[in-house]
């Protein structure tokens, strides 16, 4: 099956800095890569996502970059905010037609913004 | 829209009791999921129902069941409850057809004593 590695696991930075994660994975038949953020006691929610069919893809202040042949996505928070801290899990799945398979989450990343 | 819905919020079992956890979803999506997340683990898959009629196991089926009752609602069962089974429980949902994001609902936090 999948296997998601997410690193770092706690990664602090300076308000108006930029912050960076990082995911690899497995299986190279995943074609789709999202982000979520989850806010203490909250449930997940979604940020961003990206295809395999796609390299970048930029919302706002939050990219999500692809290299389907080194198998890693990274997400990059550019300008970061103090509403910018909390978990950020990164994901992978086959989105095949006919049908949705789960996600295999990474174990997570703590983002902390100093002010 | 209610979006992805989940009852209860919080439930206390002791060890060998059963409980379901019920999940909604009225956005008329084909897929459903039941995911666990456990402090530093991340979120992993239960089960999941691709599509009414269809359900299929995890990465951590043992100890539970489902039952996709229609096309809105995605139940799951604990038959017998254990401590390892202490965690906070999601519910989701996804359609193909409608982008393929997964939604998620509040959550269900089940403590087994």
């Known amino acids: 099956g999948e296997n998601v590695e997410q690193h770092p696991s706690t990664l602090s930075v300076q308000e108006g800095d930029s912050a960076v994660i990082k995911c690899t994975y497995s299986?190279?038949?995943?074609?789709?890569f999202p982000w979520y953020k989850q806010e203490l006691g909250k449930r997940p929610q979604l940020i961003i996502d990206?295809?395999?069919?796609?390299g970048e893809k930029k919302d706002q202040r939050i990219a999500v970059t692809l290299n389907k042949t080194a198998k890693h996505f990274s997400l990059h928070i550019t300008e970061t905010q103090p509403e910018d801290s909390a978990v950020y899990f990164c994901?992978?799945?086959?989105?095949?037609?006919?049908?949705?398979?789960?996600?295999?989450f990474g174990k997570g990343t703590h983002l902390i913004i100093q002010p | 829209n209610a979006g992805v819905t989940q009852t209860p919020k919080f439930q206390v079992l002791k060890t060998g009791q059963s409980m379901t956890l019920q999940c909604a979803q009225d956005m008329n999506h084909n897929s459903m999921y039941w995911y666990r997340q456990d402090p530093g683990m991340g979120l992993r898959l239960i089960y999941y129902s691709a599509s009414e009629g269809t359900t299929d196991k995890g990465e951590v089926p043992n100890g539970y069941n489902v039952s996709r009752l229609n096309k809105r609602e995605f139940s799951l069962r604990l038959e017998s409850a254990a401590p390892s089974q202490t965690s906070v429980y999601f519910c989701?949902?996804?359609?193909?057809?409608?982008?393929?994001?997964?939604?998620f609902g509040p959550g269900t936090r089940l403590t087994v004593t």
């Open positions: 989701a949902s996804s359609d193909l057809f409608q982008g393929g994001e997964q939604y």
């Open positions: 994901a992978a799945s086959q989105a095949s037609g006919g049908g949705a398979d789960g996600l295999t």
């Open positions: 299986d190279s038949a995943s074609n789709y």
């Open positions: 990206i295809r395999s069919n796609v």
